[in-house]
């Protein structure tokens, strides 16, 4: 259903200036070059990250003035959406629980992977590093481009055509980081699931963005402290691990519903359960 809001904003635009913004970004990162950073990101993506941000804000002063960029900036720290707590357990730890499972799967096939999982004591650091990046992607494309998006399409088909744009997005850093193409595929894949499993919980949690920006948070993080690094988590060009947060997407999509992804298909069955 449209909202006065939504109903005046445009995700192509947004999405043209996403892109636009991020060039000199890209073009920089061809010839700046930092070792060392979390997820051996290049280290012009700090600046790439907010144009989510920088473009949803350029159009919501234009459409709201300055009233409104002060509004979605503050929907940072919107938590208090989140009237039902038990939504705090997917946020928090769904990603530990994919990449638990990645590892232990990987494992399984016999991928040579380290014995020992050891969390480094800087890891809060980096967690606050992508929860600052997390942020300035989120209030882009979940605080701007989303509602929208889900006002033309059902949920689910807005989280593909997000996650393939989002995907797309990537990969100028995926390339000046060396990957290969059968690794930006899988990634691909990975990134789409990834949204599917943000629009679920944005969806179920009052529209919450902080949450989407935790949960991203959590993501990222997860993957920095995988053992050995990113570049065992992406072994076998990454298969293993995003195939795992595909299909957890496909099993919310079949149990939410892929209109809203916010109607539980049992919960009907459950609640009379309860009352008989």
Same mark, same amino acid.
């Given at each position: 259903?449209?909202?006065?809001?939504?109903?005046?904003?445009?995700?192509?635009?947004?999405?043209?200036?996403?892109?636009?913004?991020?060039?000199?970004?890209?073009?920089?990162?061809?010839?700046?070059?930092?070792?060392?950073?979390?997820?051996?990101?290049?280290?012009?993506?700090?600046?790439?990250?907010?144009?989510?941000?920088?473009?949803?804000?350029?159009?919501?002063?234009?459409?709201?003035?300055?009233?409104?960029?002060?509004?979605?900036?503050?929907?940072?720290?919107?938590?208090?959406?989140?009237?039902?707590?038990?939504?705090? =357990?997917?946020?928090?730890? @769904?990603?530990?629980? #994919? *990449?638990?499972? +990645?590892?232990?799967?990987?494992?399984? &096939?016999? %991928?040579?992977?380290?014995?020992?999982?050891?969390?480094?004591?800087?890891?809060?650091?980096?967690?606050?590093?992508?929860?600052?990046?997390?942020?300035?992607?989120?209030?882009?494309?979940?605080?701007?481009?989303?509602?929208?998006?889900?006002?033309?399409?059902?949920?689910?088909?807005?989280?593909?055509?997000?996650?393939?744009?989002?995907?797309?997005?990537?990969?100028?850093?995926?390339?000046?980081?060396?990957?290969?193409?059968?690794?930006?595929?899988?990634?691909?894949?990975?990134? =789409?699931?990834?949204?599917? @499993?943000?629009?679920? #919980? *944005?969806?179920? +949690?009052?529209?919450?963005?902080?949450? &989407?920006? %935790?949960?991203?948070?959590?993501?990222?993080?997860?993957?920095?402290?995988?053992?050995?690094?990113?570049?065992?988590?992406?072994?076998?060009?990454?298969?293993?691990?995003?195939?795992?947060?595909?299909?957890?997407?496909?099993?919310?999509?079949?149990?939410?519903?892929?209109?809203?992804?916010?109607?539980?298909?049992?919960?009907?069955?459950?609640?009379?359960?309860?009352?008989?």
């Amino acid at each position: 259903m449209n909202t006065g809001a939504s109903s005046k904003r445009s995700p192509l635009i947004f999405f043209v200036l996403v892109f636009v913004i991020s060039i000199p970004f890209w073009v920089l990162s061809t010839m700046v070059k930092v070792e060392g950073l979390p997820d051996n990101l290049p280290v012009t993506d700090i600046g790439a990250v907010f144009a989510p941000t920088i473009a949803a804000s350029i159009l919501v002063y234009r459409e709201e003035k300055l009233g409104g960029v002060k509004r979605l900036l503050k929907r940072a720290f919107d938590y208090k959406r989140i009237k039902q707590n038990i939504w705090y =357990v997917p946020i928090i730890f @769904l990603p530990p629980l #994919l *990449y638990l499972l +990645t590892y232990e799967v990987m494992r399984l &096939i016999g %991928l040579p992977l380290p014995a020992e999982w050891h969390i480094p004591l800087l890891t809060p650091i980096v967690f606050v590093f992508f929860f600052i990046g997390a942020a300035a992607e989120e209030l882009g494309y979940m605080g701007y481009a989303i509602d929208p998006m889900q006002d033309r399409w059902s949920a689910l088909t807005a989280s593909i055509i997000m996650g393939s744009l989002w995907a797309i997005w990537h990969y100028p850093s995926m390339i000046q980081v060396g990957q290969t193409p059968m690794l930006m595929a899988w990634g691909t894949l990975g990134t =789409v699931g990834f949204r599917i @499993l943000y629009v679920w #919980l *944005y969806n179920n +949690t009052g529209k919450s963005i902080f949450g &989407i920006i %935790l949960f991203h948070a959590m993501s990222n993080t997860g993957r920095s402290v995988f053992p050995g690094g990113r570049s065992y988590y992406e072994l076998a060009d990454g298969a293993v691990g995003y195939s795992i947060i595909a299909i957890t997407a496909v099993i919310v999509a079949f149990l939410w519903g892929s209109k809203t992804l916010a109607l539980y298909r049992f919960g009907k069955a459950i609640a009379e359960g309860k009352e008989s």
